[in-house]
Antibody, heavy 121, light 110 residues
Framework: EVQLLESGGGLVKPGGSLRLSCVVS????????VTWVRQAPGKGLEWVGR??????????DYAAPVKGRFTISRDDSKYTVYLQMNSLRNVDTAVYYC????????????WGQGTLVTVSS | QSALTQPPSASGSPGQSVAISCIGT?????????VSWYQQHPGKAPKLMIF???KRPSGVPDRFSGSKSGNTASLTVSGLQAEDEADYYC??????????FGGGTKLTVL
């Protein structure tokens, strides 16, 4: 059974940084494409970005609102994908989910439980 | 990339059918057969219900079906049950390795 577990959320001041982790189990991690999605309180889902497997060049794609501020990376030895968030803004306050993309075209079959990031002074 | 357009709400009585639309453009919904639908109950993570327009993951009841015509995709829930009450989101691949979500539809079972 594929499982994803996020961690690292918390309270951070505007302009600050935070790193989220997503540990993946139940599959060959090196083949996994992982997508980050966020949900602001009371709002809809928003795509943040995705990292492909190393075999697919490990390419990362980002949504426009986070490009240049957020960085997605992976450590295959730790079965973990990271979301480094810098220059955080109030509007980045959200629950952040990681998910497993089985198709390469964003069929997000399995999701983590999410981790809450609050940006506030 | 603009969000896909979904109705904010939909409703139906138990046993009835309800369809939720998802309107995009030729750059997303109309251009690719990579539309997915997700169900989200309050306080829970989203759950994949339909992928690649009309495919169901294992474990999803066949009461849920998906279709697409032009730039509009649809999710139909037949034989509505109380547990179907949730928020539903459509997504589409956009062709530039990006993903776009719909604004979400709150389905109420009357």
């Amino acid at each position: 059974e594929v499982q994803l577990l996020e961690s690292g959320g918390g309270l951070v001041k505007p302009g600050g940084s935070l790193r989220l982790s997503c540990v993946v189990s139940g599959l060959t991690f090196s083949d996994a494409w992982v997508t980050w999605v966020r949900q602001a309180p009371g709002k809809g889902l928003e795509w943040v970005g995705r990292i492909k497997s190393k075999a697919a060049s490990g390419t990362v794609d980002y949504a426009a609102p986070v490009k240049g501020r957020f960085t997605i990376s992976r450590d295959d030895s730790k079965y973990t994908v990271y979301l480094q968030m810098n220059s955080l803004r109030n509007v980045d306050t959200a629950v952040y989910y990681c998910s497993h993309d089985t198709s390469g075209y964003y069929s997000l079959h399995t999701w983590g439980q999410g981790t809450l990031v609050t940006v506030s002074s | 990339q603009s969000a896909l357009t979904q109705p904010p709400s939909a409703s139906g009585s138990p046993g009835q059918s309800v369809a939720i639309s998802c309107i995009g453009t030729s750059s997303d919904v109309g251009g690719y057969n990579y539309v997915s639908w997700y169900q989200q109950h309050p306080g829970k993570a989203p759950k994949l219900m339909i992928f690649e327009v009309n495919k169901r993951p294992s474990g999803v009841p066949d009461r849920f079906s998906g279709s697409k015509s032009g730039n509009t995709a649809s999710l139909t829930v037949s034989g509505l049950q109380a547990e179907d009450e949730a928020d539903y989101y459509c997504t589409s691949y956009t062709g530039s390795n990006n993903l776009v979500f719909g604004g979400g539809t709150k389905l109420t079972v009357l």
